[in-house]
């Protein structure tokens, strides 16, 4: 029982390419989620789904596209990265309304 | 909308001291409570967690914090700190009636804990 997987652990960028941070949770639950993680700002939602195909705007979506591609596998990409999105990405999932979530280990992306 | 305010960004403490860190929430409607660890390099881990019944709530690794109404506050606490508690501890607030919605977890900032020998 793996939890919740993020690939890949780091990632470095140059400004305008493009790439997709992968999420996959084997608890069987309904809820996904993506948050970043900065410097003094503690984490902010970008996305969730509440279930396989759906998803929803968080606090912070600009720049970002998601994907539930199934119950068990969120995806989050970058269409052209810009240094504002360097950051730690975390990927969460929970069951039921969502209230206890469990959190993979993060990618670290850096966009120079 | 909720907000999360952790009043201290960093708190130094000496080994075996007692700990307190301070979390102070802002919220419209009913909440659930939340404190995370992190720990260097990795995801974040629960540590505790305010639903319902007894406002004072046990954690992992000797936590325990206080739900207190009144004073919109759930402070973490630990009477005797060890080396390996160093981390960032993290307090987190869900609307109690929407659960994991639009707004997720409202996080604060974040406390980091430093443990002296």
Not at chain 2, 38 to 44: A, E, H, I, T, V
Not at chain 2, 85 to 99: K, L
């Amino acid at each position: 029982n793996a939890g919740v997987t993020q690939t890949p652990k780091f990632q470095v960028l140059k400004t305008g390419q493009s790439m997709t941070l992968q999420c996959a949770q084997d608890m069987n639950h309904n809820s996904m989620y993506w948050y970043r993680q900065d410097p003094g700002m503690g984490l902010r939602l970008i996305y969730y789904s509440a279930s396989e195909g759906t998803t929803d705007k968080g606090e912070v979506p600009n720049g970002y596209n998601v994907s539930r591609l199934n119950k068990r596998e969120f995806s989050l990409r970058l269409e052209s990265a810009a240094p504002s999105q360097t950051s730690v990405y975390f990927c969460a999932s929970a069951d039921g309304r969502g209230v206890e979530q469990y959190f993979g280990p993060g990618t670290r992306l850096t966009v120079t | 909308a909720q907000s999360v305010t952790q009043l201290d960004s960093q708190v130094p403490v000496f080994e075996e001291a007692p700990v307190e860190l301070r979390c102070n929430y802002s919220s419209s409607v009913s909440v659930y409570l939340f404190w995370y660890v992190q720990y260097p390099n990795q995801g974040l881990q629960l540590l505790l967690k305010y639903l319902s019944g007894s406002t004072l709530v046990k954690g992992i690794n000797g936590f325990e914090a206080e739900f207190n109404k009144s004073q919109t506050s759930f402070h973490l606490r630990k009477p005797s700190v060890h080396i390996s508690d160093t981390a960032e501890y993290f307090c987190a607030v869900i609307d109690m009636y929407s659960g994991g919605g639009a707004d997720g977890l409202t996080f604060g900032k974040g406390t980091h804990l430093i443990i002296q020998p």
